[in-house]
């Protein structure tokens, strides 16, 4: 096994709760220095992985291993992680340098390098001004930078964030979103991130696991997991708002893809083919971001039943909770109405392909790198 700090890696670990299995044989390496970001929805097994990687709840099989060493017996303390919870966990009569200090006072460490210590995580978090001020007089934001920062000063090899962030409004959920990215890149840390929420793991991810009913339904870089689902319930689940689906008839293969009929309308889509499509009824995906108004080479008849205006887009949704429901992200002086018939477009290489099982036929699009080397510093 590999030796590496910060290094963590899961060999087909399950977890049962008497008969039932809620963690299905996950395997998953994650890099030293990686942000990794589990999601899924409720239920999924996330929390439950997390919980087991930090220690709070044991192994049914398989092997968990920090730094090329099996640890499944061993206490969370023993592990070198630290974990950061949804509620911010912080004892109320203590100010924000004892709250801070707290683990080092259990390893009972020198007051000078613990002084030390403190003021460099408080000056990393903007909490130095806060020190001697109890939690009940902090906004929610300030309160989870001080669980943070007790977490940070311990200096673990791993970082295990519960969802964090759930119980701020919006505004600081963004703010404290930018400060966590940061912080990421400052420490230089592993960290594994647990939400529900995919706008945070598109935008604070080097890499997303998406899990589904205990199983890793697919992993990932974020543009990957948007531009090339491996399944339509990864598709369904990445991008807000969600996939549009319809189903579609395969009619042709050849070099250029698959050629369905869906609505009436023939369309040969970008995708990798495979002999036995032919006829097959298949799911055809489309994005509500690559919708557009009366143009496109497939065309759909709508009457919206809720238009949402957003001030830079307009949101339309046909057919809303049900299983033909359909929406179109379009620009926010689009001319839509509620009742009002509406033709919405969109065209082949924006689509994707379904098989009956929910396997995605990849789509034949090249995702680049952005050019690094073209900074010049100036």
């Given at each position: 096994m590999?030796?590496?700090?910060?290094?963590?890696?899961l060999n087909k670990v399950t977890k049962s709760f008497g008969d039932v299995e809620v963690i299905k044989g996950v395997t998953l390496d994650i890099k030293n220095g990686e942000f990794v970001v589990f999601?899924?929805?409720?239920?999924?097994g996330k929390s439950t992985l997390l919980r087991m990687i930090a220690g709070l709840d044991d192994v049914s099989k398989g092997d968990i291993v920090i730094d090329g060493e099996k640890v499944n017996e061993l206490p969370p303390v023993k592990r070198g992680i630290a974990m950061v919870f949804q509620s911010y966990a912080l004892y109320p009569h203590m100010s924000v340098f004892e709250n801070i200090a707290f683990p080092l006072r259990v390893e009972k460490m020198p007051e000078d390098e613990l002084k030390a210590k403190v003021d460099g995580v408080a000056k990393v978090l903007q909490l130095d001004q806060r020190l001697q001020q109890k939690p009940g007089a902090l906004s929610g934001g300030q309160r989870q930078r001080v669980a943070i920062g007790r977490a940070i000063v311990?200096?673990?090899?791993?970082f295990l964030f519960d969802e964090p962030l759930s119980n701020l409004d919006?505004?600081?959920?963004?703010?404290?979103?930018?400060?966590?990215?940061?912080?990421h890149h400052d420490l230089a840390a592993t960290m594994i991130y647990v939400t529900h929420d995919q706008v945070e793991a598109m935008t604070m991810a080097d890499r997303i696991v998406v899990l589904n009913g205990g199983f890793i339904a697919q992993t990932?870089?974020?543009?990957?997991?948007?531009?090339?689902?491996?399944?339509?319930f990864v598709a369904s689940f990445i991008g807000n708002p969600k996939m549009n689906f319809l189903p579609a008839t395969?009619?042709?293969?050849?070099d250029d893809g698959a050629t369905v009929t869906c609505e009436g309308q023939t369309l040969t889509v970008p995708v990798e083919t495979r002999a036995n499509l032919v006829g097959k009824q298949l799911t055809l995906g489309i994005r509500p971001e690559h919708c557009h108004l009366a143009k496109g080479e497939v065309k759909l008849k709508i009457t919206p039943s809720v238009v949402e205006r957003l001030g830079i887009n307009t949101i339309v949704y046909y057919n809303e909770g049900t299983d033909d429901a359909f929406s179109a992200l379009l620009p926010g002086a689009a001319p839509v109405a509620v009742?009002?018939?509406?033709?919405?477009?969109?065209?082949?290489?924006?689509?994707?392909?379904?098989?009956?099982?929910?396997e995605a036929l990849e789509r034949r699009t090249e995702l680049h790198e952005i050019d690094l080397s073209q900074l010049t510093g100036e």
């Amino acid at each position: 096994m590999r030796s590496v700090l910060g290094q963590l890696y899961l060999n087909k670990v399950t977890k049962s709760f008497g008969d039932v299995e809620v963690i299905k044989g996950v395997t998953l390496d994650i890099k030293n220095g990686e942000f990794v970001v589990f999601v899924g929805p409720s239920g999924c097994g996330k929390s439950t992985l997390l919980r087991m990687i930090a220690g709070l709840d044991d192994v049914s099989k398989g092997d968990i291993v920090i730094d090329g060493e099996k640890v499944n017996e061993l206490p969370p303390v023993k592990r070198g992680i630290a974990m950061v919870f949804q509620s911010y966990a912080l004892y109320p009569h203590m100010s924000v340098f004892e709250n801070i200090a707290f683990p080092l006072r259990v390893e009972k460490m020198p007051e000078d390098e613990l002084k030390a210590k403190v003021d460099g995580v408080a000056k990393v978090l903007q909490l130095d001004q806060r020190l001697q001020q109890k939690p009940g007089a902090l906004s929610g934001g300030q309160r989870q930078r001080v669980a943070i920062g007790r977490a940070i000063v311990r200096e673990p090899k791993i970082f295990l964030f519960d969802e964090p962030l759930s119980n701020l409004d919006a505004a600081l959920r963004a703010d404290m979103r930018l400060e966590l990215t940061k912080l990421h890149h400052d420490l230089a840390a592993t960290m594994i991130y647990v939400t529900h929420d995919q706008v945070e793991a598109m935008t604070m991810a080097d890499r997303i696991v998406v899990l589904n009913g205990g199983f890793i339904a697919q992993t990932g870089r974020p543009l990957e997991l948007y531009h090339k689902p491996q399944n339509k319930f990864v598709a369904s689940f990445i991008g807000n708002p969600k996939m549009n689906f319809l189903p579609a008839t395969c009619t042709s293969v050849g070099d250029d893809g698959a050629t369905v009929t869906c609505e009436g309308q023939t369309l040969t889509v970008p995708v990798e083919t495979r002999a036995n499509l032919v006829g097959k009824q298949l799911t055809l995906g489309i994005r509500p971001e690559h919708c557009h108004l009366a143009k496109g080479e497939v065309k759909l008849k709508i009457t919206p039943s809720v238009v949402e205006r957003l001030g830079i887009n307009t949101i339309v949704y046909y057919n809303e909770g049900t299983d033909d429901a359909f929406s179109a992200l379009l620009p926010g002086a689009a001319p839509v109405a509620v009742d009002q018939p509406a033709t919405i477009g969109f065209n082949a290489e924006d689509c994707h392909l379904f098989m009956g099982n929910g396997e995605a036929l990849e789509r034949r699009t090249e995702l680049h790198e952005i050019d690094l080397s073209q900074l010049t510093g100036e």
